[in-house]
């Protein structure tokens, strides 16, 4: 098994870009995008690049150690267009995991939104949505 501090130490990492050791020396939180019972998902910018993420604040993660580590575990190792990249991990009091911004909303809002959806669109969607799952299964990640 992982340890979170060696899964942290594995991952490629903005730390060094902005010579941070903890998040909130590396990123600058923007707002709330969603939260739940056990995490709360903010907009962030890198102090020094700018670029916006999204990062995943996991609050007492003690209680779900395990579990965290297979989503990190399973972040980093997935690598496809069609999958959210894993940016950076900051092991701290609560665990942050910053991952890119996903923005355009869900495939049910763009079904909603549109005046008309083509088996077309139906197809690429799910086009994308099968590759991303066969990458992952070739990666032993199942979803």
Do not use: W
């Not at 020396?25 to 916006?52: L, M, W």
């Not at 939104?113 to 088996?119: I, N, P, V």
């Amino acid at each position: 098994t992982h340890s979170l501090i060696s899964l942290q130490q594995q991952l490629p990492s903005q730390q060094e870009v902005a010579g941070a050791d903890r998040f909130i020396d590396a990123y600058q939180v923007v707002k709330i995008i969603g939260d739940g019972p056990f995490a709360v998902v903010r907009e962030c910018e890198n102090s020094i690049t700018h670029v916006v993420y999204a990062v995943k604040v996991l609050l007492n993660y003690k209680v779900r150690r395990t579990r965290i580590q297979n989503e990190i575990l399973a972040l980093s190792k997935s690598k496809h267009p069609n999958c959210v990249e894993l940016v950076d991990v900051f092991v701290e009091d609560d665990i942050y995991i910053v991952m890119e911004m996903m923005t355009g909303g869900t495939v049910l809002d763009r079904i909603v939104e549109a005046d008309f959806y083509s088996e077309a669109d139906a197809r690429n969607v799910i086009v994308q949505v099968l590759s991303a799952l066969k990458y992952l299964h070739g990666v032993g990640i199942v979803h």
